[in-house]
């Protein structure tokens, strides 16, 4: 399998033209499980192919478990300059709860390890758990506070169907997760980062200044980029395109040179769309003056007629010709988002 990412990277040289690799991220799934040197292989494979910035952010997601004290200190000696730990909670009924392979333990300890060597960490928490009180939740983030990391993503939490919670929650055994819990849990999380240095720049993301992730930041920016790998999926602009996701039809694939790919080419309405969706969730918002540019006075205009009532209700503010959610709206922003979509204009 590694092999034939390099492999894939190499088939796809050409898609940026001259653009510069900027970011590098090892994510989708614990890509911790490789060695160091295949994730240098791998790097080594893009510079092979791309032209790469002076000073790339390169990005590894790991779990505690997968993260000993001696894995930091290896890591810290190859080009991965960014760990993404998926942490999730410091409370051992918790992880449990989600079928974590960590323990609270081991989520400390990994933090405390790798702020030895490295500067730039992002950590994953989980708001939303059942029966979880707003008390133990901010003590889940004053935690996490305690290490001084630079970016904090959190999310709600998510039923899966056939997990064991799914399973808890269909016989009663556990409450549902709550819509308004989980909301108040949020308002406190940006909140408390805010009082503490925290910018809120992506509705579940918050960095301080220097250390907002430059590969999230690009997606919600709609820049270009590659996907490698099974499943991945890939953008150019007017483009997208992603791997199929059977792993032995890949590697045939890629081992016979060919790309396992397919590609839609994104219609006026979609670059709106997703423009609107992405913008909306961060601090740069939706720019009137590019819709009218880009998409038309048309759509402008639908916009703030779409926008109308958000705007009475204060779940959006009109802020220098930048349409943008209120601390108010930030939760329910996929929400609205999905009311100003444009649907039938061609």
Not at 250 to 279: A, H, I, W
Request: charged content about 20%; aromatic content about 10%.
């Amino acid at each position: 399998m590694v092999v034939a990412l390099a492999k894939e990277i190499a088939l796809r040289k050409s898609e940026l033209g001259t653009v510069a690799i900027q970011t590098i991220y090892f994510g989708g799934g614990t890509p911790s499980v490789l060695s160091d040197a295949e994730i240098i292989f791998l790097i080594d494979a893009v510079y092979s192919s791309f032209k790469v910035t002076d000073d790339p952010e390169i990005t590894l997601e790991a779990n505690p478990d997968d993260l000993s004290a001696g894995r930091i200190k290896a890591l810290s000696t190859t080009p991965v300059n960014r760990l993404s730990i998926g942490i999730q909670s410091f409370y051992e009924e918790d992880l449990r709860l989600m079928n974590r392979a960590h323990n609270a333990e081991q989520a400390a300890v990994c933090i405390a390890e790798a702020t030895t060597y490295f500067d730039n960490i992002s950590i994953d928490l989980i708001y939303g758990i059942p029966d979880m009180s707003n008390e133990r939740w901010l003590t889940n983030v004053d935690k996490a506070l305690s290490f001084g990391v630079p970016h904090i993503s959190s999310y709600a939490l998510t039923v899966e169907p056939k997990t064991a919670l799914h399973t808890f929650i269909k016989k009663g055994i556990i409450a549902p997760p709550s819509d308004e819990a989980a909301q108040k849990q949020f308002l406190l999380l940006a909140d408390r980062l805010q009082e503490n240095g925290f910018i809120h720049y992506e509705l579940s993301n918050f960095g301080k200044p220097g250390f907002f992730s430059q590969n999230n930041t690009a997606y919600w920016l709609g820049k270009k980029y590659l996907g490698i790998g099974p499943s991945a999926h890939s953008y150019d602009g007017s483009t997208r395109s992603w791997n199929i996701a059977n792993n032995a039809l890949y590697l045939k694939s890629v081992e016979n040179g060919e790309l396992p790919l397919e590609r839609e080419t994104l219609s006026r309405n979609d670059r709106y769309n997703e423009y609107v969706m992405t913008g909306l969730r961060t601090i740069w918002g939706v720019s009137l003056q590019k819709v009218e540019k880009d998409f038309g006075g048309n759509y402008h205009k639908y916009l703030l007629q779409q926008a109308a009532p958000y705007l009475n209700e204060e779940l959006l503010i009109v802020e220098d010709d930048t349409l943008k959610a209120t601390r108010k709206g930030k939760f329910l922003t996929d929400g609205i988002a999905s009311d100003l979509f444009f649907i039938n204009l061609k």
